[in-house]
């Protein structure tokens, strides 16, 4: 008879799903119920046809765990087991079941269908009991359903879920069926122990059906990992590789001295017992080139092996370019960092995001085209007298990547976020990448922004790969996250999605990390959507480079296409990017937004957002999107090339309320200068729109002082007041409001928490004139030092604010700010 595969209608199906739990035990799961008690399934192994040795009816929980219910007793158990939801802030969460059979949304606050807390095996679990017929009436046999908290986070079913399904508009959700009530689901074990390179299948062999199903690896092969030294390395003479790849057949590394003649030297590495791959050569490779090939059996989609593919070592120091080759280098003439910097304190930072080739494509400091081409030119600049950066005032940049990423040649702009290679700088920012000299400009660069008192933070992309995907083709299924088919999940938009918590994964994520660090100084790195690695794996990372570091700065962008973790996140020692307060900080210059909204975003975005100010990192624009002045323009198609008297006021309001917001301010590169991409909404390759053209800073010296004299102040004794590093009390902000206008004013230190000092700011975006009532101030105990064009710390010379008879008249579009005497 055929297989059920290939000749049987869906509805005649018998085996759902399989995999693999340890070398000695599997788990099925049937189409539907097994309803008797008497006998067990007719399950064997193939190749062959051997009976299972064992097979046991699996605990209702355990169905619950992998789906989210189970069925008993005309009940119908809903069941969270946290440890399939890393993200989910259990701590203070109140969690609903929305689904088909509750009007979804509209459940969230309804007591009927909270979970409440509960144990099991004495692991905390979520649990809620309903009878079937609330859920599946008669008529019916299936619902859909999701989690929810409180707040409006609805949690991702788990990839691995068994009855994960999507609904017509590609939103995936829990399937109940009256039919899968976890009477379904039994553990098997197999006569012989299992081999990881093994590919049975399991057999369903009753008296007039028989089909079979692949047995996934499961947790045999994502459980996998060694401790074992990765990578190339010289050591007594020899050179030594090694690269995990479990499922592989076969690995050979290819060397040769050169790129033009290159006549590699192949040899066979030796597979070792934890998935390791060796080859000891006898000779000192350093400064050669290499790759390796990797065979294996593609007996699914889960496989991508090809012996003809040149694989770039994925702890290959240096490369080439995007395809390689790699470069040998002996770990003895790398960098050495006589003395680690140390950064701001976190709540004293204010960042630049910048891109290596904007900073320097059209800066005035005279070099080699080379060098203007990366690392060399910005620390060439960074040196001279006429540093942008330097002359701003700000304390830190986060450089968009600079790990080796899928440009196809050194001259192709790119912003990076495609990487192909974790360890190795990015060739096309080194002046001779075939001699890895992007290892020592690097470096240089590093130490060029350390000379200048900034911290160096790195944007870093470890939730996708770019192209080629290198560790495609040593492990699919170990190292991406893929569907039942075996097709690659795109949560990440960008084609492919890493399996961060895979152990080697995260090891490697961790061990890159690591090497930026202790090779090149770095101080800090932020996390290209943060969301897709997942709390745990974030929580390791901190762990382990403040162990290296202790200053680390870590920030997220927690958010994927997937899901949001910024409020996970506020129990760890990461910041976060804040994009509430980037979309509230457009709306509010054009006069929209609440008053409450800006007094949550202004006090740090506290409770829901971030434990401490120094958690949100308040931005109004980065590389994504449009750029500041293009989204907030008067002008046609997004131009801000030219902008208006308007678009420039509304820029300084922007300013002030950045500034004095609680927090860590970061700017996108250009913004003091009202830089322009024309209305352009995504740059990623166009560096003549993204390139910083600093003429504009005479064309608009105003806009840049301004900038410049909020930093200044920022940064200054009086300005700590902007920069708690610790939660403020409740009374150190007292606002300033009337009317239904979004004007508003604020008083800092107002309990004298922090001392005496006080600093008072007003704002008022809107076309009209505004009289703030003040009569719990006296003016005459503060002096203006800024307004909505002019910053002198010394106090404002000229004109002032109209203060008197417990008024504060605001002109339009206008903001200040005043200091106690």
């Given at each position: 008879m055929l297989l059920a595969s290939v000749c049987m209608g869906e509805e005649l199906k018998k085996l759902l799903d399989a995999s693999w739990l340890d070398h000695e035990q599997g788990?099925?799961?049937?189409?539907?119920?097994?309803?008797?008690?008497?006998?067990?399934?007719?399950?064997?192994?193939?190749?062959?046809?051997i009976p299972v040795k064992e097979i046991n009816r699996a605990p209702l929980?355990?169905?619950?765990?992998?789906?989210?219910?189970?069925?008993?007793?005309?009940?119908?158990?809903?069941?969270?087991?946290?440890?399939?939801?890393?993200?989910?802030?259990i701590e203070e969460k109140e969690i609903f079941v929305a689904g088909s059979f509750n009007d979804w949304g509209n459940v969230i606050g309804d007591k009927d269908w909270r979970m409440v807390r509960s144990k099991f095996e004495g692991q905390l679990c979520f649990k809620l009991e309903v009878p079937t017929s609330k859920v599946c009436p008669k008529k019916h046999n299936r619902a859909e359903f999701k989690f929810v908290t409180a707040d409006n986070e609805w949690q991702p079913v788990p990839l691995d879920s068994p009855n994960r399904g999507a609904d017509e508009n590609g939103s995936h959700n829990f399937i109940l069926s009256n039919k899968q009530t976890g009477k379904h689901v039994f553990y098997f074990k197999p006569e012989q122990r299992h081999a990881i390179l093994g590919h049975e299948k399991l057999l369903w062999k009753g008296q007039s059906i028989t089909e079979s199903i692949n047995i996934a690896y499961g947790h045999l092969l994502a459980d996998l990992q060694s401790d074992g030294a990765l990578g190339s390395f010289i050591q007594d003479g020899m050179t030594i590789f090694r690269i995990f790849a479990p499922r592989a057949t076969a690995v050979h590394v290819s060397f040769f001295q050169s790129l033009t003649n290159p006549a590699p030297q192949k040899h066979e590495l030796q597979r070792q017992e934890?998935?390791?791959?060796?080859?000891?050569?006898?000779?000192?490779?350093?400064?050669?080139?290499?790759?390796?090939?990797?065979?294996?059996?593609?007996?699914?989609?889960?496989?991508?092996?090809?012996?003809?593919?040149?694989?770039?070592?994925?702890?290959?120091?240096?490369?080439?370019?995007?395809?390689?080759?790699?470069?040998?280098?002996?770990?003895?003439?790398?960098?050495?960092?006589?003395?680690a910097f140390q950064p701001p304190s976190w709540h004293d930072l204010v960042i630049m995001e910048t891109h290596v080739r904007d900073l320097v494509a059209k800066a005035s400091t005279r070099m080699t085209s080379q060098e203007r081409r990366g690392f060399a030119g910005v620390a060439k600049w960074l040196r001279s007298d006429d540093c942008y950066l330097v002359d701003l005032g700000i304390n830190a940049v986060e450089l968009q990547p600079v790990q080796q990423n899928d440009s196809q040649s050194p001259n192709e702009y790119h912003w990076g976020y495609m990487t192909t290679n974790f360890f190795a700088p990015d060739s096309g920012y080194g002046t001779k990448p075939e001699e890895a000299s992007q290892i020592e400009e690097f470096k240089d660069m590093v130490d060029a922004f350390h000379e200048r008192n900034m911290a160096v933070l790195l944007d870093v992309v470890y939730n996708h790969v770019g192209e080629p995907a290198h560790l495609l083709f040593i492990d699919k299924e170990?190292?991406?996250?893929?569907?039942?088919?075996?097709?690659?999940?795109?949560?990440?938009?960008?084609?492919?999605?890493?399996?961060?918590?895979?152990?080697?994964?995260?090891?490697?994520?961790?061990?890159?990390?690591?090497?930026?660090?202790?090779?090149?100084?770095?101080?800090?790195?932020?996390?290209?959507?943060?969301?897709?690695?997942?709390?745990?794996?974030?929580?390791?990372?901190?762990?382990?480079?403040?162990?290296?570091?202790?200053?680390?700065?870590?920030?997220?962008?927690?958010?994927?296409?997937?899901?949001?973790?910024?409020?996970?996140?506020?129990?760890?020692?990461w910041a976060s990017w804040n994009d509430g307060y980037r979309d509230f900080a457009a709306q509010y210059v054009r006069g929209h937004g609440t008053r409450d909204t800006f007094k949550y975003f202004l006090s740090g975005s506290p409770h829901y957002f971030a434990m401490f100010p120094a958690q949100t990192v308040n931005y109004t624009a980065s590389h994504d999107d449009r750029c500041w002045l293009d989204r907030i323009t008067e002008n046609r198609d997004h131009n801000g090339s030219w902008p208006t008297i308007n678009d420039r006021r509304r820029t300084h309001i922007m300013a002030a309320f950045l500034f004095s917001s609680l927090g860590i301010p970061m700017l996108a590169a250009g913004q003091d200068f009202l830089h322009s991409k024309q209305g352009v909404n995504n740059t990623y390759q166009r560096g003549d729109l993204n390139a910083l053209d600093y003429q504009r800073i005479p064309q608009f010296p105003g806009t840049h002082q301004y900038f410049k004299g909020w930093i200044h102040f920022r940064l200054s004794e009086r300005g700590r007041l902007f920069r708690l590093d610790d939660r403020q009390t409740d009374h150190y902000l007292n606002f300033f409001e009337s009317g239904d206008t979004s004007s508003i004013g604020v008083l800092f230190n107002a309990d004298h928490s922090q001392g005496d000092d006080e600093i008072f700011a007003a704002f008022n975006p809107h076309h009209y004139a505004y009289e703030m009532p003040l009569d719990d101030l006296n003016p005459r105990d503060f002096m203006q030092i800024a307004d909505h064009e002019r910053f002198e710390e010394k106090g404002i010379s000229g004109p002032c604010f109209s203060w008197d008879n417990g008024k504060l008249r605001l002109p339009p579009m206008s903001c200040g700010l005043w200091i106690s005497k």
């Open positions: 788990i099925v799961f049937l189409k539907q119920d097994w309803v008797y008690k008497n006998r067990n399934p007719p399950l064997y192994i193939t190749p062959g046809t929980e355990e169905y619950g765990k992998l789906s989210g219910y189970f069925i008993k007793q005309g009940k119908v158990t809903f069941f969270l087991w946290p440890e399939f939801f890393p993200n989910l802030d934890d998935s390791i791959w060796e080859k000891v050569v006898p000779s000192n490779l350093d400064g050669w080139f290499y790759h390796y090939s990797i065979d294996g059996e593609n007996e699914d989609n889960f496989s991508m092996f090809n012996p003809d593919f040149r694989v770039l070592d994925p702890y290959a120091l240096a490369s080439v370019g995007r395809t390689g080759p790699g470069i040998i280098i002996d770990h003895k003439r790398l960098p050495k960092t006589e003395k170990y190292y991406f996250e893929t569907n039942h088919k075996g097709d690659l999940m795109n949560w990440s938009g960008c084609g492919n999605d890493l399996k961060a918590n895979a152990p080697m994964a995260r090891r490697l994520i961790i061990d890159s990390l690591i090497h930026l660090v202790e090779t090149y100084d770095v101080d800090g790195f932020r996390f290209d959507l943060a969301e897709l690695l997942g709390v745990d794996v974030l929580r390791e990372i901190e762990r382990e480079l403040k162990r290296v570091k202790p200053s680390i700065i870590l920030i997220a962008e927690p958010w994927s296409f997937r899901g949001h973790i910024a409020q996970a996140l506020r129990h760890t020692g």
